[in-house]
């Protein structure tokens, strides 16, 4: 639809506009319907990271001097995904989450979704996935809003980042980056899912969405871990 709009004929075209562009961003963020969340969303992801790979990450900080967990939620729109990340380290930490220091840095290109997450506060209709037992321990209602409490705020920082040409992170033990990508041509998926390995520390994690396949050169140095959840892991060197 933008590329019709602009007389612009191929994808690679269309990055090198955006690029000479910036303004183009946001009227993107509006005609693409790219900001769908929801709580838990594909609950069985979320119960085999629950059960499996926290646990996992957990074990490793165990055996080192740094009880530092790092997460990375790419594409974390207003929120949902990294506050239920937060609930799940809760959830598995339990009496021993003062122990550890969990830092999920959620990103996304959109500041008004971030500026949500940041303030943290859900409508009643948009609490669907989230049962009654985690609304009473994580959020406080009042006048039909719940508001996410300061222990699961204090896991999550939001910031503005681009996938396609913001800083590298490096060091994390879990990257999140699920049904954001369908839209970047193949050379891109590419370039982005190599990015994500390097963004991993030794043993880390990537978790991609349900309909997402790895490609390129990732399939190769990335070791598939759970085909159905998507889950693959990079090497302990």
Known sequence: MRLRALDITSYR??????DQNP?????????????VTEWF??????QYLKDEIIPAIIKGKEEGPKRTVRVWSAGCSDGKEPYTLAMLF??????????????ILA?????????KGR???YKENEMKGVDMKRRARFFTYKDGRYTVKPELRAMVRFKRHDLLKGPKYSS????????VVIYFTKELKERLYLEFFESLAPGGYLVLGKTETLMGDARNILALVNNRERVFQRPRE
């Open 90 to 103: 809760h959830e598995v930490l339990g009496g021993d989450v003062g122990r550890y220091r969990v830092d």
């Open 107 to 115: 990103t996304d290109i959109d500041e008004e979704e971030l500026e």
């Open 41 to 46: 969303r594909n609950p069985e992801t979320f």
């Open 119 to 121: 303030r943290g506060v």
């Open 23 to 35: 303004s183009e961003y946001d009227i993107l963020k509006r005609v693409l319907p790219i900001n």
């Open 172 to 179: 994390m033990d879990l990257v999140l980056c699920r049904n």
């Open 13 to 18: 075209d269309y990055i090198r506009y955006l």
